[in-house]
């Protein structure tokens, strides 16, 4: 979370306008026209960085600017900070048209390491390799240990990463010989202390001791990333360097890709004197140059894992370990990739750490590469991969769901191996509960990753009861904040909002009687079954408020388009949420009436897109029952006669279609109760424009008619028929007296209180009443 003061000093900086940016600039271009460089021009460009980087679009710059910054940028007297931030700020302005540098003005390698990282900041594909043939060119005329070195590694690995094929072979396979070197052989002394020139300075005093490792102990063996010492050597820098880098120069340089030419290289580099990055000590010569930095790759890996089980004297050693751990193991998985007959090698130490790690909860972000590895290799090195994505899915979402940067690696790992789980993926599936305990806590950064997942995750067996948790996300924020509070001590618990008070909520999350719906809740695999946690909501209520929860709340419309967007690949997956939803669909028109009125053009588009087997779900009768029921004057004054008619005609449309298709195996027969509901809802819409009542009239006596034809009665049964027939007559009646009709089919919202329906001497059972004895002459057509 950002500090109160940084997130003012960003809200300022996004608010600056085009006008007070011009002022600011002609006052930097001022400063840095005289070569003021001192403390104003430092503030200046500070503040000038945090204008063009706080904001999602280019800021545009005054021209004159603009040239300073890159005159700055080379001046070989301008302070090295005030170089940083001038190129800082041109990169932020990427792409630009109005830059004009170029390698050739910088004059030292600090220099033309800040000059290519803002050319290469442009995106030119040409402009990429014209900066790579740059830098090796001085890489190659300079003596391999001399300081230009640790300011141009960072570059060729930028240049590598945009154009894996921008560097010429022989180059790509010297390098890699160097980086092969930096690994395995840099200084095991620590580096010399600057003389002080002082009357007690001597030459023993400022003798270097040997590097140590990080529990204090004398290093032994060579030197890495996780040696340890008071300052370090030119060769140590490199080192650690050439580790920072080396994942993406296998996968993108010269080793990613050997051949041929490689073989041919154990004679050609005995006498190559072509550049100093060719020249190699003696054991250098055994290897093609993508062999030997694999060797030697493999080599410093095997010593990082050794050093990563010593007991760290710092806190800073420890977080580096574990960083470490993460990246050695992902470099083991791409060496074993690229040659299998590392694996054989790699395996006793990979299986060794991850026996190691299992019980370490503070090392629980290594476990998610060292799955990746056996995802990779588990088949050929005979290991059960299903045991270690087992305890992964099971274990590490439910301790660990409030550690945002492992949700997010999680998360990512998982749409990153989708094609590796193979029979995993059922394990994947299952395991959505526990997954979504990440999203339910860092919904704003999780949101865009689960909605890329989540039509993997769906299934027929699974989709129900993944709508119900997705409906249930924050109750599940909220029950994952009460089980933090509860257990864990104060200086353990992660952030959350501490203006929210929830005594009542501990108190029921112990209450044995609120354990089952809490367990339900808090699950780590799918059960297969839908408890009603209507209960749970009300005891959780207090956190309602909560920032957490309303942000999980925020997201779940999202996700749910990508979930409904996703089930619709499911088979037999529609029918089951249709169902379910008609049963919530009227209570929650009952809840809010003007629903219908409200959502009037995606209910009439849900009508109109439905037809033929689709027309006899659940659903339809819901929704075609609430239009009847509130699409009314009575429940919302917004309610016009356009929208009535509207609705008319959409569901005369779908009643004359589904009465009129025969059906087949691909149409099957359409239930009666979609029959009457639609003959209801159409009478109770003319009811209320009386214009509609003559077609009503047709309409209802074709029903008739119909159900009473002998050429359905194969298709429909006698008793269907016949509910039809009583309804198309019961409704005919009440229409031969639109008052009465109106008042019957549409109540006014007191008459629709229940005791209208069980107090006999009210108005609703006398206006019947009195309806029933009117038409009893009308030939019997009423029941006795």
Not at 96 to 125: E, N, T, Y
Not at 179 to 207: C, D, K
Not at 471 to 495: F, K, N, V
């Amino acid at each position: 979370m950002l500090a109160t003061g940084t997130e003012s000093l960003l809200r300022q900086a996004r608010e600056v306008g085009a006008e007070e940016l011009g002022r600011f600039c002609a006052r930097v271009s001022a400063l840095l026209q005289a070569e003021d460089w001192g403390p104003d021009a430092l503030d200046a460009l500070r503040r000038l960085f945090l204008i063009v980087a706080a904001t999602k679009y280019s800021r545009r710059l005054e021209p004159t600017c603009v040239a300073l910054l890159q005159t700055t940028l080379c001046s070989p007297r301008c302070p090295e900070r005030l170089q940083l931030l001038c190129a800082a700020v041109l990169r932020e302005m990427a792409p630009s048209d109005s830059l004009s540098l170029s390698c050739d003005h910088a004059q030292s390698s600090r220099q033309l390491g800040l000059v290519a990282s803002v050319l290469l900041a442009q995106g030119d594909p040409q402009q990429v390799r014209t900066v790579g043939q740059c830098v090796i060119k001085v890489l190659e005329s300079r003596q391999p240990e001399g300081p230009s070195l640790t300011y141009l590694l960072p570059v060729v690995s930028k240049v590598t990463s945009l154009a894996p094929d921008a560097l010429p072979e022989e180059q790509t396979k010297a390098l890699s010989k160097r980086l092969g070197e930096w690994l395995r052989y840099a200084s095991v002394q620590q580096g010399a202390a600057h003389a002080s020139g002082g009357f007690f300075s001597t030459p023993r005093a400022r003798q270097p001791g040997p590097v140590t490792e990080v529990d204090g102990t004398v290093a032994t063996d060579f030197f890495t990333v996780l040696s340890t010492g008071q300052r370090f050597t030119e060769d140590q820098r490199l080192n650690v360097q050439a580790f920072s880098m080396l994942r993406a120069w296998l996968l993108q340089g010269g080793p990613a890709r050997p051949g041929a030419a490689d073989a041919d290289d154990r004679s050609e580099l005995e006498g190559s004197t072509v550049s100093v990055l060719s020249a190699a000590s003696a054991a250098s010569h055994l290897l093609p140059p993508a062999e030997w930095l694999r060797e030697k790759a493999l080599e410093y890996c095997q010593r990082l894992l050794e050093q990563s089980g010593r007991r760290a004297l710092r806190k800073a050693d420890s977080d580096l370990q574990k960083a470490c751990l993460v990246e050695a193991v992902l470099v083991l998985d791409v060496l074993c990739r690229q040659d299998p007959s590392f694996l054989y090698r790699a395996l006793p130490c990979v299986r060794a750490l991850r026996t190691r790690l299992c019980g370490d909860t503070a090392c629980v972000r290594a476990l998610l590469p060292i799955a990746q590895f056996f995802l990779h290799h588990g088949e050929a090195a005979a290991v059960d991969a299903d045991a270690v994505c087992q305890h992964l899915f099971t274990r590490i979402p439910s301790e660990h769901f409030h550690s945002p940067m492992l949700a997010f690696e999680f998360v990512q790992f998982c749409r990153d191996h989708l094609v590796l789980f193979g029979s995993n993926l059922d394990l994947l599936r299952t395991s959505f509960p526990n997954l979504f305990k990440f999203l339910a806590w860092s919904s704003p950064a999780l949101t865009s990753g689960f909605v890329a997942l989540l039509p993997v995750l769906v299934d027929a067996g699974t989709a129900v009861e993944m709508l119900h948790l997705l409906l249930d996300l924050p109750s599940l924020t909220a029950a994952l904040d009460l089980q933090l509070r509860a257990s864990q001590a104060a200086s353990e618990r992660p952030l959350w909002d501490v203006s929210v008070r929830a005594p009542g909520c501990l108190e029921a999350l112990r209450d044995p009687q609120a354990q089952g719906l809490f367990q339900h809740l808090l699950r780590a695999k799918a059960s297969g079954t839908v408890e009603r946690l209507t209960p749970l909501h009300q005891l959780l209520q207090p956190l309602a408020s909560c920032a957490r929860v309303l942000q999980c709340a925020q997201a779940v419309p999202t996700l749910l388009r990508a979930f409904f967007a996703a089930v619709t690949q499911v088979e037999g997956y529609e029918a089951d949420v249709h169902r379910v939803l008609s049963s919530q669909f009227p209570a929650l028109c009952k809840l809010h009436p003007p629903l219908v009125v409200e959502r009037a053009k995606e209910l009439l588009e849900f009508v109109g897109s439905l037809g033929g087997p689709r027309s006899t779900g659940h659903m339809l009768t819901s929704v075609v029952w609430a239009v009847g029921e509130y699409l009314s004057v009575s429940w919302d004054r917004r309610c016009s006669a356009e929208q009535i008619s509207r609705f008319f005609e959409a569901l005369e449309a779908l009643l004359f279609e589904v009465t009129q298709s025969r059906p087949s195996a691909a149409l099957p027969k359409c239930p009666p109760q979609v029959i009457t509901v639609l003959m209801t809802t159409l009478t109770k819409l003319a009811s209320r424009s009386q214009d509609l009542i003559p077609r009503v009239s047709l309409l209802l006596s074709k029903m008739r008619t119909l159900a009473q034809s002998p050429a359905v009665g194969p298709v429909h049964g006698e008793d269907d028929l016949g509910a039809v027939r009583t309804r198309a007559t019961e409704l005919l009646n009440l229409l031969k007296m639109p008052s009465v009709a109106q008042f019957v089919l549409t109540p006014s919202v007191e008459v629709s209180q229940p005791r209208y329906h069980r107090d006999c001497n009210t108005a609703l059972p006398l206006a019947l009443d009195m309806v029933s004895r009117l038409l009893e002459r009308e030939a019997g057509l009423l029941p006795g």
